[in-house]
């Protein structure tokens, strides 16, 4: 039988064999060296033997070591383009030391795109230990991801894969110091959300009079992101304006199968059959009046329409549904399109620079469709859009015309509505004392 210290020197013998067994896994063809000491008494005196073994580890062990070696040694690097960028400058601050990638990159067709990125736009790289490019990405406009990656045969290819968008609901609030227009870009809105608000709250702001320092804003609108990057703004869901200590608020809203609209808290419709102005953003540069000089003829005339300077080329929008009755020019209003409404109202556009293609007589347009872009045919000094409002045959001025309402929500929408936008008058509550400017 042994005795304890023969179990003792044994279990010692084979811990030391373990240990050493373990620590030199991950080298290759290791020589381990390690002492035995014999069992021991407190009058033997030992004497040292020394053993000598060579560990190969098997090809499978090597060459798993060597991949985790190859995986590690990948480095990502994020940078955004700056103005006077080239993309050789953007490999260099991407620590990218590839001959062959640079000149790919600056002379191969395939890879024009990333010539040409939009300062701001931010790029990815995926770099090997010595400076190798591995691949290289960035979110384009319409939120796909274009990516240039080596292939097998040391080449490269570029390739566009549609966007993984993801939906967010960001909020913003703004007050205006000096102009409508700064205060947008003050805060980050998105031109298309700016170009909604203005829409929404055309009937019941004239945004080209009626502004004042001190008007604040607030927004909830959908943003659709791609890989962390907005590429495309939504639809505005909830908004408030207040405009001279009056505060306008609107949520949108989809009764069953129809189309959504925008509606106040209550559940009344905001949008007026006929939006006020043809415009986003212009001025009134000369307005309704039985007796003007005219700046062509010189002569005492009446002027029974609204004149709006604005750059040629700015869109301009049917204020309500109708069918065009009149797509083409016609003496002093040079191109000029006249449409009927709901068999009352007529509105003239007149001026144009020319019409979207396929405009015709007979075609049916919506609110805010885009019908024509401001010009200066006919008789004019300058680029502008004519606009009328004719009611019955007789004319109005469009800036003082009563809208008629479009129709409300019913009792059993009612419901559905005020279950559907609470959250959306809560969000607006959380932004009316808010002094951010952004608040996601």
Do not use: C
């Amino acid at each position: 039988m042994l005795n304890q210290n023969t179990l003792l020197t044994q279990e010692r013998k084979s811990k030391l064999r373990l240990f050493v067994a373990l620590s030199t896994l991950p080298l290759l063809g290791v020589v381990t060296a390690f002492g035995i000491v014999p069992q021991s008494s407190s009058t033997y005196n030992p004497s040292l033997k020394t053993v000598t073994e060579e560990i190969t580890l098997p090809r499978e062990t090597v060459a798993t070591l060597g991949a985790i070696n190859a995986k590690s040694a990948i480095f990502w690097r994020n940078e955004r383009v700056e103005r006077g960028d080239t993309i050789v400058e953007l490999l260099r601050r991407m620590k990218v030391e590839d001959a062959q990638a640079s000149e790919y990159l600056r002379k191969h067709q395939a890879a024009a795109s990333f010539r040409h990125l939009a300062i701001g736009k931010f790029v990815q790289a995926e770099v090997n230990s010595e400076g190798g490019l591995v691949a290289l990405r960035y979110v384009d406009g319409n939120g796909n991801q274009v990516a240039l990656e080596r292939g097998a045969a040391s080449g490269f290819k570029v390739s566009v894969k549609p966007p993984q968008l993801e939906q967010r609901i960001l909020m913003r609030s703004g007050e205006i110091s000096s102009t409508l227009y700064a205060s947008i870009d003050e805060i980050g809105l998105p031109e298309k959300t700016a170009s909604q608000l203005t829409e929404i709250f055309s009937s019941s702001i004239d945004f080209h009079r009626d502004l004042h320092k001190g008007d604040r804003f607030s927004v909830v609108y959908e943003m659709n992101y791609s890989n962390g990057e907005p590429v495309r703004a939504g639809r505005i869901l909830a908004a408030e304006f207040v405009n001279q200590g009056k505060s306008h608020r609107v949520v949108y809203f989809k009764p069953d199968n129809s189309h959504g609209d925008y509606y106040t808290p209550d559940g009344q419709s905001v949008r007026k059959a006929f939006l006020r102005s043809p415009l986003d953003f212009s001025r009134v540069s000369s307005g309704f009046s039985m007796a003007r000089l005219h700046p062509v003829l010189g002569t005492w005339r009446a002027h029974k329409g609204v004149d709006y300077s604005a750059a040629t080329g700015t869109k301009v929008k049917t204020t309500a549904n109708g069918i065009v009755s009149f797509a083409g020019h016609q003496g002093a209003y040079g191109n000029v399109v006249m449409i009927e409404h709901q068999g009352h109202h007529t509105t003239v556009y007149g001026h144009l620079s020319r019409f979207p293609k396929g405009m015709h007589r007979g075609q049916r347009v919506g609110q805010g469709d885009v019908i024509g872009y401001v010009g200066m045919t006919g008789l004019a000094t300058g680029p502008h859009l004519h606009y009328e409002f004719i009611v019955n045959a007789q004319h109005r001025d469009p800036l003082k015309a009563v809208l008629p309402d479009a129709p409300s929500l019913n009792g059993t929408q009612k419901l559905a509505f005020q279950e559907s936008t609470r959250s959306l008058i809560t969000r607006l509550g959380l932004l009316k004392n808010a002094n951010l400017a952004k608040l996601d």
